[in-house]
Structures are given as C-alpha cells and as structure tokens.
Nanobody, 124 residues
Framework: QVQLVESGGGLVQAGGSLRLSCAAS????????MGWFRQAPGKERKFVAA????????YYTESVKGRFAISRDNAKNTVHLQMNSLKPEDTALYLC????WGLGSPKSDDYDYWGQGTQVTVSS
C-alpha cells in the first residue's frame, strides 16, 4: 500500500502563491507517475498537473499553464505543485495521486492511490 499526504494549502488573495507538497510512504516503488487533481464543491474532480517518474515529462491542464509548476524529489518521495498568480477559480480541494504507470497521465482512472487532499481558497 501507498499513503499520500498533502500539505501546503490555505487561504490566499488573488495573485498570490502557494506551494503544495505530497509525501508518499509505504510501497513507494509503486509511485511512478504522479499527479495533482482538484475538486471544487459540487463539481467533479479535474486534472491539474502530472509528472513522469524521471521528472522529464510534465502535463498541465490549459487553465494553469504558465502559472503552476509540478516537480518531484524521488530521493524524498515527494511531489510539489508551485502555484503562482492564483485566481478565485483555483479554489478547490487539491488531491495528490500516484500511479504504477511511470509516464504520468491526465486521467484519474490511471491512478492507483489518492491522498485526502489539501484545501486551497483564493479570495478576490
């Protein structure tokens, strides 16, 4: 089993920045492709960003390109999401996900493990 714990969420004004972290423990050999998703109240879960095992491939949903950056530190079993120029529409519960497949994916079905999430609230 793999446990994923997110941190770094909070309340920030529009235009501000936050850095989310996801720490993996347990069977970390299964945490190859990693991703971030978000879910606003009453809405479906949506893809935000993903990164391959080596960190050489990254993927972003269109609305966050140029503002968010995903990175990973395999030695520490952590994944980060740097979020800049935040907007009120970025408000959501942000969830970290891990896949045994190594390339990273925008599809939630490709992920095997999920964290509980960290809340991000952006005020206008």
């Amino acid at each position: 089993q793999v446990q994923l714990v997110e941190s770094g969420g909070g309340l920030v004004q529009a235009g501000g920045s936050l850095r989310l972290s996801c720490a993996a423990s347990g069977r970390t050999s299964s945490t190859n492709g990693m991703g971030w998703f978000r879910q606003a109240p009453g809405k479906e879960r949506k893809f935000v960003a993903a990164i391959s095992w080596e960190g050489t491939r990254t993927y972003y949903t269109e609305s966050v390109k140029g503002r968010f950056a995903i990175s990973r530190d395999n030695a520490k079993n952590t994944v980060h999401l740097q979020m800049n120029s935040l907007k009120p529409e970025d408000t959501a519960l942000y969830l970290c996900a891990a896949s045994t497949w190594g390339l990273g994916s925008p599809k939630s079905d490709d992920y095997d493990y999920w964290g509980q999430g960290t809340q991000v609230t952006v005020s206008s």
